[in-house]
C-alpha cells in the first residue's frame, strides 16, 4: 500500500470524530489505548514459549475455567494501559470476578470497557490464532462508581466494539457504530493502517461454524436443522456444505466476517443450567454488534442478541451469528419447533 493512501489507525480515528458528532475525543482516546495494548498482547503471543508464557497460570477466573497465563497477562495489560487515560468510568473482564473500579488517584471519564483479554485459550498452547474481544458503554450520568448493574446494558447501546486476531497478521477489526473496518498490524511501523474499510458479510453461504462434538446434546430444532445442512444437494436445503471449526471465536468470526458464514454455540443440555457456553458482555454483544455494522445477524436463535436485557456481568447465550439468510434459516427451524411444542 503507497504511503499516500496508508490511513493510520490514529487518522482514521480523527476523521470519524470530525464526521460523528457523538465520537468524541474521549472515545477515540479509549479505542487508541485499548489498540495500544492489543499490540503488546499481540508481542507476547507472538513470543510463544521463547516469552515463557505458554500453559496454565495455576488460577480459575469467575466462570470456573483454568486461566492460561496469557490470559491473566492479557488482562493486566489492558486493565494497565487504560488505568490513567481519564477516558474510563470503569472495566470490567472474562476474567475477573467483579468489575474493575478506576483508581481514586486517576482522573475519570465517562466510558466502561468490557473484554475477553483473550479469545480461544485453548488455541494458545498450540500457535492457532487467539484474539482479544471488547465491547464500549457509556457509563450512565452521575455514576462516578459503576456498579454491576451500570454495565448491564443491553447490547443497543454499545458506542463501539472491536476484536483483534493474533494470528499470521495481527488484525483489528472495529465498528463505532458506522460500519465494520478491518486494520492491520503493520509490524515495522508498529501501527495499525486500515486495510478493508466497511466490509460486508454476503448473505448466502455453503459454509458453517460449529463445534460437533456436541451434537447429541443439542436441543430439537438444533440437529434438525444441522441434519439438514449435512444432507447436501439431496436434502431440503438442496445445496452441500463445508464446515469449519477453530475454536477461537474471534478466528471463526473473521472468516464469516471475510467470506460469509453461520457461526453456532446452541445451547446444550451438557450442563442444563448453563444458557450456552459465550459470554453476553464479553463476547455475544461485541461480535453482534461488529456482524450487524457488517450486514449480518446475530440471535439466540430465537432473539436478537443486541436486544437482550443482561441480567448479570458474566452471563452466557446461545449465539447464531453470519450471513443474514443463513441464520434466518436456522432460526425458521427454532420458531417451528416453538409452535408445534
Ligand atoms: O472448545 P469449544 O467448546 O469448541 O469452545 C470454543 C469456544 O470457546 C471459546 O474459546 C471461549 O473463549 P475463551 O477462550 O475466552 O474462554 C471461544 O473462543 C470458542 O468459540
Ligand atoms: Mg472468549
Ligand atoms: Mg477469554
Redesign the pocket.
Known amino acids: 500500500m503507497s504511503s499516500s493512501r496508508t490511513i493510520s489507525l490514529m487518522r482514521f480515528l480523527i476523521e470519524e470524530q470530525r464526521a460523528h458528532p457523538h465520537i468524541n475525543a474521549d472515545l477515540r482516546l479509549l479505542i487508541e489505548v485499548v489498540a495500544r495494548a492489543c499490540k503488546t498482547i499481540s508481542i507476547a503471543v507472538g513470543k510463544g514459549d521463547l516469552g515463557g508464557l505458554l500453559g496454565e497460570a495455576g488460577s480459575g477466573n469467575v466462570q470456573g ?1 483454568a486461566q492460561q497465563k496469557l490470559d491473566v497477562l492479557s488482562n493486566e495489560i489492558l486493565l494497565e494501559a487504560n488505568a490513567w487515560g481519564g477516558h474510563l468510568a470503569g472495566c470490567a473482564s ?1 476474567e475477573m470476578d467483579d468489575p474493575h473500579p478506576i483508581p481514586d488517584v486517576y482522573p475519570k471519564g465517562n466510558y466502561l470497557l468490557l473484554f ?1 483479554p ?5 488455541n494458545i498452547d498450540v500457535n492457532i490464532s487467539v484474539g482479544t474481544i471488547f465491547s464500549v458503554l457509556r457509563c450512565p450520568d452521575g455514576v462516578t462508581e459503576p456498579r454491576v448493574e451500570h454495565y448491564c446494558q443491553a447490547g443497543t447501546t454499545q458506542v463501539a466494539a472491536g476484536y483483534t486476531v493474533y494470528g499470521p497478521s495481527t488484525l483489528l477489526v472495529l465498528t463505532l457504530g458506522h460500519g465494520t473496518h478491518v486494520f492491520t498490524l503493520d509490524r515495522e511501523l508498529g501501527s495499525f493502517v486500515l486495510t478493508r474499510r466497511d466490509v460486508k458479510i454476503p448473505a448466502e453461504t455453503r459454509e458453517f461454524a460449529i ?1 460437533m462434538s ?1 451434537q447429541r446434546h443439542w436441543e430439537a430444532p438444533m440437529q434438525r436443522y444441522i441434519d439438514d445442512l449435512l444432507a447436501g444437494q439431496q436434502g431440503p436445503r438442496g445445496k452441500d456444505f463445508n464446515m469449519r ?1 477453530v ?4 478466528a ?1 468470526v473473521h472468516r464469516i466476517l471475510t467470506r460469509g458464514g453461520i457461526f453456532i ?1 446452541p445451547w446444550d443440555k451438557k450442563d442444563a443450567a448453563k444458557p450456552g ?2 459470554r453476553l458482555m464479553y ?1 455475544a454483544n461485541p461480535m453482534a454488534f461488529i456482524v450487524e455494522q457488517a450486514g449480518g445477524k446475530a440471535t439466540t436463535g430465537r432473539e436478537r442478541i443486541l436486544d437482550l436485557q443482561p441480567t448479570a456481568l458474566h452471563q452466557r447465550v446461545p449465539v447464531f451469528l453470519g450471513s443474514s439468510a443463513e441464520v434466518d434459516a436456522a432460526m425458521a427451524y427454532h420458531r417451528e419447533h416453538d409452535s408445534q411444542s
Open positions: 475455567e472474562e475477553d483473550l479469545d480461544g485459550s485453548s463445534n456436541n471449526w475454536a477461537s471465536m474471534v471463526d454455540y457456553k459465550l463476547e
